[in-house]
């Protein structure tokens, strides 16, 4: 799982580290400032000074470092002592196991599509609890972005169009899958908001989000 947080919780910036406890099977993170522990797939403390608090999370989005290159190629790149040099490509022999996960909020459901289904939809359009939803997703999967396809109060359905490139419904207006930015069109310059998104285990997402659906 990859998930993105704010680390300013009331005013004060805290500093995360692994616990080496584990909830439900999935990892538990601790403050260095409290020693508070917190779930990372959920972001909320379960046991102390902050116990209840949540954080805020962020968009991220999960792609390849060459593509992630050609869009910023002054970008740094936090390397650590224990980083894999290598990326598993392995990871998506399973693709039953893995679903991409949207956080639409707290008290909201959090929804999910099925790894196996971006793979053959890259451009899926859903929705949830009210949210108009988009997920895009790169060859393999190995890519995925999630956006809100509500547009200047303006509800649109993507649909691919090759090489990177999606088209809305209204105005068949040219979009890159992987920004979400209008190329060409009458909505040349809009760009979609992108919602918080993660790759999960299909079981932990099952175990800690049981109230969202995850379509298949």
Same mark, same amino acid.
């Given at each position: 799982?990859?998930?993105?947080?704010?680390?300013?919780? =009331?005013?004060?910036?805290?500093?995360?580290?692994?616990?080496?406890?584990?909830?439900?099977?999935?990892?538990?993170?601790?403050?260095?400032?409290?020693?508070?522990?917190?779930?990372?797939?959920?972001?909320?403390?379960?046991?102390?000074?902050?116990?209840?608090?949540?954080? =805020?999370?962020?968009?991220?989005?999960?792609?390849?470092?060459?593509?992630?290159?050609?869009?910023?190629?002054?970008?740094?790149?936090?390397?650590?002592?224990?980083?894999?040099?290598?990326?598993?490509?392995?990871?998506? =022999?399973?693709?039953?196991?893995?679903?991409?996960?949207?956080?639409?909020?707290?008290?909201?459901?959090?929804?999910?599509?099925?790894?196996?289904?971006?793979?053959?939809?890259?451009?899926?359009?859903?929705?949830?609890?009210?949210?108009?939803?988009?997920?895009?997703?790169?060859?393999?999967?190995?890519?995925?972005?999630?956006?809100?396809?509500?547009?200047?109060?303006?509800?649109?359905?993507?649909?691919?169009?090759?090489?990177?490139?999606?088209?809305?419904?209204?105005?068949?207006?040219?979009?890159?899958?992987?920004?979400?930015?209008?190329?060409?069109?009458?909505? =040349?310059?809009?760009?979609?908001?992108?919602?918080?998104?993660?790759?999960?285990?299909?079981?932990?997402?099952?175990?800690?989000?049981?109230?969202?659906?995850?379509?298949?």
């Amino acid at each position: 799982n990859g998930i993105v947080y704010a680390r300013t919780v =009331k005013d004060r910036e805290l500093n995360f580290q692994v616990s080496g406890l584990l909830w439900n099977r999935s990892l538990i993170m601790r403050d260095v400032e409290t020693n508070s522990l917190w779930s990372h797939l959920l972001g909320k403390a379960m046991r102390g000074e902050f116990k209840g608090v949540e954080l =805020k999370i962020l968009p991220g989005v999960m792609t390849t470092w060459s593509e992630w290159l050609l869009r910023h190629p002054r970008t740094t790149l936090l390397g650590m002592s224990r980083t894999s040099r290598s990326y598993r490509e392995a990871l998506w =022999k399973k693709p039953g196991q893995f679903v991409y996960g949207v956080h639409l909020g707290a008290g909201r459901p959090s929804p999910a599509v099925a790894l196996r289904r971006l793979q053959k939809e890259p451009v899926f359009n859903f929705e949830s609890a009210g949210h108009l939803v988009l997920v895009t997703a790169g060859e393999k999967g190995t890519r995925a972005r999630a956006f809100n396809r509500k547009l200047k109060g303006e509800v649109c359905t993507f649909s691919t169009a090759g090489q990177g490139i999606m088209t809305d419904d209204r105005t068949l207006s040219r979009w890159n899958v992987a920004t979400g930015e209008c190329l060409e069109g009458k909505l =040349k310059g809009a760009a979609l908001t992108i919602l918080p998104g993660t790759l999960s285990f299909r079981s932990a997402w099952k175990e800690f989000f049981p109230e969202g659906r995850i379509f298949e």
